[in-house]
């Protein structure tokens, strides 16, 4: 079963804009985290943002973390035509176990 | 450091064959887990091992799913006989311990197509 539901499923921007994704989530959970995924090549960890934690910050990604509202989002800045992929999150359940949501498809045109 | 190794890239196989799918962690990761991506969805946790022990299969389908890490490093997957809804991708994750912060490195996964 999926634990997150992201929003929208598909982005399509200009190079050079800003991209946010939103993620929902159903149960409390110790962590979020978001993954990327390109064309044909597994998922890469981007950031993982704590429970406690509101915001945190890795190079152009931005993650905000809004737990009264079971909510986190993704903000990609300046984006640029590799920054095109899936974009996961995930939150960790219970006993250890990684739960992904269906993912957002973005789309950088150049 | 090496990456995640998963071995085929992609398999085509008749429906009721069996299929298997091999993953090498990188070294020195003792957590290993399976996981299945249908298309346009998220990942989904078939199995976890602790060294050479499953300690998370719930979600493996054992009726026809099967799994093994011999000696807790290397593990393979099985399908036994495959049906048409097994079409996939097969993903293998490894992290260095069990743990909420613990990053998952994720291999490029097996493509699977059951005609």
């Known amino acids: 079963s999926q634990q997150g539901e992201e929003d929208p499923q598909a982005l399509s921007i200009q190079e050079g804009e800003n991209a946010t994704m939103n993620c929902s989530y159903k149960t409390s959970i110790n962590n979020l985290q978001w993954y990327r995924q390109n064309s044909g090549r597994g998922l890469v960890h981007l950031i993982l943002i704590r429970s406690n934690e509101r915001e945190k910050h890795s190079g152009r990604l931005r993650v905000t973390l809004d737990t009264s509202k079971k909510s986190s989002s993704l903000l990609i800045t300046a984006s640029r035509a590799a920054d095109t992929a899936s974009y996961f999150c995930a939150s960790i359940q219970g006993a250890q176990k990684l739960v992904f949501g269906q993912g957002t498809r973005l789309t950088i045109n150049p | 450091e090496a990456g995640v190794v998963q071995s085929p890239r992609y398999k085509i196989i008749e429906k009721k064959q069996p299929v298997a799918f091999w993953c090498n962690p990188i070294?020195?990761?003792?957590?290993l887990y399976w996981y299945l991506q249908n298309l346009g969805q998220g990942p989904e946790l078939l199995i976890r091992y602790e060294n050479e022990e499953a300690v998370d299969d719930s979600q493996l389908p054992k009726d026809r799913f099967s799994a093994e890490r011999l000696k807790g490093v290397d593990s393979t997957l099985k399908i036994q006989p495959a049906e048409l809804g097994d079409s996939a991708v097969y993903l293998c994750a490894s992290s260095r311990r069990t743990g909420g912060d613990e990053t998952q490195y994720f291999g490029p996964g097996t493509r699977l197509l059951v005609l």
């Open positions: 070294s020195g990761h003792n957590t």
